[in-house]
């Protein structure tokens, strides 16, 4: 790696200011109900705590308009303090005398959370003194943050001016390291496989892979919108008129570069996306106009799964259908299981977070692939071949 990481400081006695991503889901009654974001910071927190830092953490929560007590972190530091097995502190604000005061009474070995930065809306406008002002509590400053590290905000590029030594965590490096294999020197066959909702989000993604990929495999909603294009009747299904033309010019140059784009050849219809819909599977030139393509179908399923089969290197984005309901979940747990095989095999396989990454979760299998990103938007991002602000603020080694 290019920038300083934990490894290049000592952190013995030194305020180790950290920006993590505890973005996690909590339910009504505030309580986390997936804590592998906070799971996947441990070893940069038991690092520093090891090593005798005082440890500063931050982190946004959700999209608050204000301080709100929903979106307090307080729930996170008692999840950290269970998963640590050592008492979290945790001071109700993230900048302030009450803050400070916390920090200057943090002892060697000890670990303090701060509250929600995004209570201030100068945090995602990169306000300079707010950034400043979190740049005081530290004395170096790490980030492991992958998940919002395609955001210039106070915490993750702000403060780096303000500090000497800005390092990536542990997580942030594993982060890079996979995806970065991937898109620098991925072992052949590479096979991308894309889904979701809308091309829209994902046309940059498609254009750097077709570039770099053997095989690009297209499910979810967003193969509609190609297939109108082509002048197929598609029904209800999920269609991005503004992106037609737009379809058009990827199938056109994916045939001029002789790339391998494989979109579906069958589809799971139905007339609504419920568990009680009565579905069946057409080929993609029998869709009736009054139902949608939910999932991909068994015959897409087969060609998928010989194209994934030859794979050396897999990065995974996106759900094959409506995969929140489990009439349409099929195809998305298939593609999972199908990656875990493959990953048994040696090959190397890749989930760019978000709704894969859930599907893989419900599917059990988040042990049995090889990386799963914490940063949906991150990693789409960086497969867009996009360099990541949080990341390019850190300090040169
Ligand atoms: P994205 O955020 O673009 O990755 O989209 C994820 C969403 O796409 C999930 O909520 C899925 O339910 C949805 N999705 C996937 N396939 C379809 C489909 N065939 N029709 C409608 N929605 C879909």
């Known amino acids: 790696m290019e920038k300083l990481t934990i490894d290049d400081l000592q952190l013995k006695d030194k305020r180790v200011l950290v920006r ?99 209570f201030y809306p100068e945090e995602e406008k990169n306000n300079p003194e707010f950034a400043k002002k979190l740049a005081g509590l530290g004395d170096i400053y790490i980030n492991d943050a992958f998940g919002t590290a395609h955001r210039a905000h106070a915490s993750t590029e702000g403060v780096t001016k303000y500090i000497q030594q800005c390092a990536a965590g542990y997580l942030m490096q594993k982060e890079l390291k996979y995806l970065d294999m991937a898109l620098s020197h991925p072992k052949r066959p590479f096979v991308a496989i894309l889904g979701g909702a809308k091309i829209s989000g994902k046309i940059d993604v498609i254009e750097n892979l077709m570039n770099k ?83 991909i179908g068994p015959k897409t399923l087969d060609i998928f799964s010989a194209e994934l089969k030859k794979a050396k290197t897999v990065v995974w984005n996106g759900p094959m259908g409506v995969f929140e309901v489990k009439k349409f979940a099929t195809g998305t747990i298939r593609v999972a299981e199908i990656l875990a095989g493959i990953t048994q095999n040696g090959a190397t396989t890749i989930v760019g977070g978000g709704d894969s990454a859930a599907a893989v979760t419900q599917a059990g299998l988040e042990d049995k692939l090889t990386h799963i990103s914490t940063g949906g938007g991150a990693s789409l991002e960086f497969l867009e071949g996009k360099v990541l602000p949080g990341v390019a603020a850190l300090t040169d080694k």
């Open 20 to 118: 993590v991503d505890f973005n996690v889901p909590l339910d009504k009654k505030c309580e986390v109900t997936d804590d592998r974001r906070i799971v996947e910071s441990l070893p940069t927190i038991n690092k520093i705590l090891q090593d005798g830092g005082k440890l500063i953490l931050m982190s946004h929560l959700g999209r608050p308009k204000g301080r709100t007590q929903e979106l307090s972190l307080l729930p996170v530091a008692k999840r950290l303090e269970k998963l640590l097995g050592k008492p979290v502190k945790f001071v109700n604000d993230c900048i302030g005398p009450e803050v400070e005061k916390a920090v200057s009474g943090l002892k060697s070995g000890e670990c303090l959370l701060l509250e929600n930065l995004r």
């Open 213 to 295: 990929v053997d095989a690009l495999l297209i499910g979810g909603g967003m193969s509609f919108t190609f297939f109108k294009s082509m002048g197929k009747e598609i029904g209800k299904s999920l269609l991005e008129p503004d992106k037609i033309d737009m379809a058009k010019e990827i199938l056109k140059q994916a045939k001029e570069k002789k790339v391998n784009l494989v979109l579906p050849v069958d589809v799971v219809v139905a007339a609504g996306a419920t568990d009680d819909a009565a579905t069946k599977i057409v080929g993609i030139d029998n869709i009736p106009p009054d139902m949608q393509g939910l999932d």
